[in-house]
């Protein structure tokens, strides 16, 4: 697959194709990095850990048991009644 290089304002920008980018989850904004190869450029997109969803180590580090709220359902009803 192919792209042309178009000028952008004092700029050369890339036209990345939507197959790409959806397959590679490019978006709006994303970083990539250029690496200069012997035969030319590699292009490597760059993960930011800002959308890294958080171990659940990480997530329950600061919990503390104040942090839980005690819901009323109401009584039980129908086959959710334990005997």
């Known amino acids: 697959m192919s792209?042309?290089?178009?000028?952008?304002?004092n700029s050369l920008a890339l036209r990345?194709?939507?197959?790409i980018a959806k397959k590679y989850r490019l978006i709006d904004g994303a970083k990539v990095t250029f690496t200069e190869?012997?035969?030319?450029?590699?292009?490597t997109a760059v993960q930011e850990d800002k959308h890294k969803l958080p171990t659940l180590r990480e997530a329950m580090a600061n919990?503390?048991?104040e942090m839980?709220?005690?819901v009323n359902w109401g009584r039980d009803v129908g086959k959710e009644i334990l005997e």
């Not at 990345?16 to 197959?19: A, K, N, V």
């Not at 190869?37 to 292009?43: D, P, R």
């Open 3 to 9: 792209t042309k290089v178009t000028k952008w304002g």
């Open 37 to 43: 190869m012997q035969k030319g450029v590699f292009l």
């Open 16 to 19: 990345i194709p939507h197959e």
């Open 63 to 65: 919990f503390v048991p």
């Open 68 to 70: 839980m709220e005690r």
